[in-house]
């Protein structure tokens, strides 16, 4: 039973009764108001000093409690609060099949945080957190109502798992004489000395990945229910736009990275990856309403079927695997990928309408993996050095007619070549063109604006 979250005054008359006439029981602590009035009530206070951990304690507190009612036949157990909110102890008895376990109800932290800031748990889907469950940030949406704050370390450690200027309402000794709530930024939360066992935590808003990835969602269905052109779309009809803003990216990101390296503004690079991220984000998005109308798959199911990739293939992460480099991270990567796929070949899988020079950088990669012997770097150099000097020269340029796939092999020898060395070299040569293209591109509008310059001065 529960001795409720204040005083005498928030404890029901069945728990008063059943405490008055208990010819056993036991308080898991006397350090709670309501505890005062059952001074000849023994507790189990002196055991928090001596035991290694909480959960160590609460199985002493368990199993001594197994022992008393074996002895006397019954034992009545009050905890702070309400016995199923939060109560450890209650839950490790409930989970034995030797002792019957009887829940008197109590009044709980939630009952009276929620009356304290005027609010409907239902209405407003509060979830309820241990503050000590996990050192990973706190996840949207909110509210949440964090317990276990009992003192200012753990509101630190509470702070480090939220954003810094997240508004947090501290409720301190809610119902009794000295309550006070207070509102403070999380990077502000250790501030506040007071906090002890009767203090929880309450944050109402939690903006985080979820809930805006379901506000995307929601878009989507109502996009597709009413705009004529996305209610025409399809699958097929939406790959070009996948592949056009999947470009779109990796320009952007190519521009954020020449910018921290000092070529041009940063700021304004950022803002532009992320936004053109977002519109590729919406091309997974709604291509799984579309699935999702279908009947067939949505973006629940999607994120399902990555984690449980992303888990099955870090087994050094999420397992008891060992390694220690990543081409070692690589080559266990291909391994479970081919096992999982059942495919005969590292080659099985890859998109073969991918740009040639990352293609074949790919396939590199792929033989090295399977221990498929490669020329070494001084060796390639050596090809692309005797290739280029048995190029075919013309004295004037080919024209576009004249383009064709099917040319001498040292044009193949040279860029084998120049691709093999540039993947010694970590160099992503697809990139590196792309980059000098891009720097075509502006000489060539530079010398237009310079030659209709001169044009307007004729």
């Not at 304290?116 to 509060?126: F, H, I, K, N, S």
């Not at 221990?371 to 020269?393: I, P, W």
Request: glycine fraction near 4%; charged fraction near 25%.
């Amino acid at each position: 039973m529960g001795l409720g979250p204040g005083d005498e005054s928030q404890m029901t008359a069945r728990t008063i009764e059943l405490l008055a006439n208990a010819p056993v029981a036991r308080l898991r602590t006397r350090v709670h108001p309501a505890a005062a009035r059952y001074a000849d009530t023994p507790s189990y206070d002196e055991w928090y000093e001596d035991s290694d951990s909480f959960e160590v304690l609460y199985a002493r507190i368990v199993e001594d409690l197994v022992a008393l009612a074996r002895e006397h036949g019954r034992v009545l157990y009050a905890v702070p609060g309400s016995p199923v909110v939060a109560e450890r102890t209650v839950e490790l008895l409930l989970a034995r099949a030797d002792v019957e376990v009887v829940i008197e109800a109590a009044v709980s932290v939630i009952d009276v945080a929620c009356a304290a800031l005027r609010v409907d748990p239902m209405a407003v889907e509060l979830r309820v957190v241990d503050a000590l469950s996990s050192a990973e940030a706190l996840r949207g949406p909110g509210p949440l109502l964090i317990l276990q704050a009992y003192a200012p370390e753990v509101l630190a450690v509470v702070s480090d798992r939220l954003a810094p200027e997240t508004v947090v309402t501290v409720l301190y000794h809610l119902g009794l004489d000295d309550q006070h709530v207070a509102r403070l930024p999380a990077r502000s939360l250790a501030s506040f000395t007071r906090a002890d066992h009767l203090t929880s935590l309450w944050v109402s808003e939690l903006p985080d990945a979820s809930s805006s990835i379901s506000a995307l969602v929601a878009i989507a269905k109502r996009l597709r229910a009413e705009c004529p052109w996305d209610q025409e779309q399809t699958h097929a009809s939406l790959t070009r736009h996948l592949l056009e803003e999947a470009y779109e990216a990796l320009d952007a990101l190519e521009a954020m990275v020449r910018a921290e390296a000092g070529e041009g503004d940063l700021d304004a690079r950022v803002s532009h990856v992320e936004e053109e991220l977002g519109d590729l984000l919406f091309q997974v998005i709604i291509h799984a309403e579309i699935a999702s109308e279908e009947d067939r798959f949505d973006l629940a199911s999607i994120a399902d079927t990555l984690c449980a990739k992303l888990i099955y293939r870090h087994p050094h992460v999420f397992g008891d695997a060992s390694v220690t480099t990543a081409d070692e991270v690589a080559a266990r990567w291909e391994v479970l990928k081919r096992d999982e796929k059942g495919r005969d070949s590292v080659t099985d899988g890859i998109a073969w309408q991918s740009p040639a020079l990352s293609l074949y950088t790919k396939l590199l990669r792929k033989a090295a993996q399977v221990g498929v012997a490669t020329r070494s770097g001084e060796e390639t150099r050596a090809d692309a050095q005797r290739a280029l000097g048995a190029l075919q020269l013309f004295e004037t340029r080919a024209s576009d007619a004249a383009s064709s796939a099917h040319v001498e092999a040292a044009w193949a020898e040279l860029l084998v070549a120049l691709v093999t060395l540039a993947h010694y070299a970590g160099v992503d040569l697809e990139g590196v063109l792309r980059h000098q293209a891009t720097a075509l591109r502006d000489e060539i509008r530079a010398h237009e604006s310079r030659a209709g310059a001169r044009k307007d001065d004729d």
